[in-house]
């Protein structure tokens, strides 16, 4: 199994920036990529970003592509997400996940591990 740990969430003004992290631990290397969801109230969850483990090739949903960045730290088996200008409509529960897919997906179903997640609160 591998567990999950998300931080870095916050409240924060629109234009403002919060760095997510997520710590991972266990049975990491059973695992190809880590992606990044969020979840709105009332709405589905949706996919944000992906990373492979090796590589490190990103892949971003169209409404972050040149706010937020992936990136990882092997050492420390650590994932992080920075948002830049953030909108008030960036805000909900996010969350990190693995998966053992070698094709980029954004599908929630192709995912196995979940942390608990992490609030973001983007305020106008």
């Known amino acids: 199994q591998v567990q999950l740990v998300e931080s870095g969430g916050g409240l924060v003004q629109a234009g403002g920036s919060l760095r997510l992290s997520c710590a991972a631990s266990g049975r990491t290397f059973s695992s190809y990529r880590m992606g990044w969801f969020r979840q709105a109230p009332g709405k589905e969850r949706e996919f944000v970003s992906t990373?492979?483990?090796?590589?490190?090739?990103?892949y971003y949903a169209d409404f972050v592509k040149g706010r937020f960045t992936i990136s990882k730290d092997n050492a420390k088996d650590t994932v992080y997400l920075q948002m830049n200008s953030l909108k008030p409509e960036d805000t909900g529960v996010y969350f990190c996940?693995?998966?053992?897919?070698?094709?980029?997906?954004?599908?929630?179903?192709?995912?196995?591990?979940w942390g608990q997640g992490t609030q973001v609160t983007v305020s106008s």
């Open positions: 996940a693995t998966s053992t897919s070698v094709s980029v997906t954004g599908s929630p179903a192709a995912y196995d591990y």
């Open positions: 990373i492979t483990w090796y590589g490190g090739t990103t």
